[in-house]
């Protein structure tokens, strides 16, 4: 080898340590997060419509992620990789890892729950889906002593909404004996987090698609915090009826919806499903 070419070799050597120290720098730069505006009381200000189709779950990066599934069967019709029946939204459109983790004596339910969900899904009896399925809410007014939430209809869902007090009272003694779809919240600020606790829910909705029951013995915390205009959701759902440990959806992103023109459209009518005269087991 010639001096020269041992020169050059060396110095592109170099350059490409440069580049990869440099490239390195910028990756571990973590972006820096901005601040939420605040109320007058000083409290981060969570006003505001939220995602552009009232913050369901397609503004969540993980769940848009695509799972491989088995191959199709020679007589499948539409059917790719992607898929494990013919055109099984109800599979294609799980895209975490992260699942609920039930006691051993619930796996045969889960799994029948999961085969039957087009006669077995809460969604086709015209309730509420409760939480964590309804997802971040879809507008938010915020006041010094409580906060609403409004859930835009869809799914199945009607449009809902939920009035929690964050003047740091306890869950009232009475209501917490109920069964109800959102059961008795209270909220409180731990820092720039709200943190909603929800006790006395019903055993009617489910967690997820997928067959994720609930048992009456449910109790969730919510958490929602604001970063500039994006606001993030996160729920942990403590069910020892039915799970081994809580279980912790991972957070959700959900967009601020700036638009002047922005608003919550009437949910139509809930139409109850003909089960009696379902015979495919195609889901929805």
Avoid at 28 to 55: F, V
Avoid at 212 to 232: A, M, P, V
């Amino acid at each position: 080898m010639t001096l020269k070419r041992a020169h050059l070799l060396a110095a592109t050597a170099l350059l490409a340590a440069a580049f990869a120290t440099n490239a390195l720098a910028q990756a571990s730069a973590a972006p820096a997060k901005q601040p939420p505006p605040r109320t007058a009381d000083g409290k981060p200000d969570l006003n505001g419509m939220w995602g552009g189709r009232g913050g369901d779950d397609d503004d969540n990066v993980e769940f848009n992620r695509i799972m491989d599934s088995r191959r199709c069967a020679p007589t499948q019709f539409e059917c790719d990789e992607r898929t494990n029946q013919s055109i099984d939204g109800e599979f294609t459109a799980r895209t975490g890892m992260n699942r609920p983790l039930y006691k051993p004596e619930f796996w045969d339910r889960v799994q029948y729950l999961d085969m039957n969900t087009n006669k077995e899904d809460p969604i086709f009896a015209c309730q509420s889906s409760g939480v964590p399925r309804v997802g971040a809410p879809a507008r938010i007014v915020q006041n010094a002593n409580d906060i609403i939430f409004f859930y835009r209809a869809g799914n199945g869902s009607p449009a809902d909404y939920r009035v929690i007090p964050t003047d740091g009272r306890p869950h009232d003694p009475v209501r917490s004996l109920d069964v109800t779809f959102y059961g008795d919240s209270v909220g409180k600020w731990d820092g720039d987090v709200l943190v909603v606790d929800s006790v006395g829910l019903n055993d009617l909705t489910w967690m997820d698609k997928g067959g994720f029951f609930t048992s009456d013995q449910k109790h969730t915390i919510e958490r929602l915090w604001r970063e500039g205009d994006t606001l993030l959701y996160q729920v942990t759902v403590d069910d020892p009826g039915v799970l081994v440990e809580p279980w912790v959806m991972p957070a959700r992103r959900v967009p601020l919806n700036a638009s002047p023109k922005a608003y919550l459209p009437e949910g139509v009518p809930c139409k109850d499903y003909d089960m009696a005269n379902m015979v495919s087991q195609i889901r929805h």
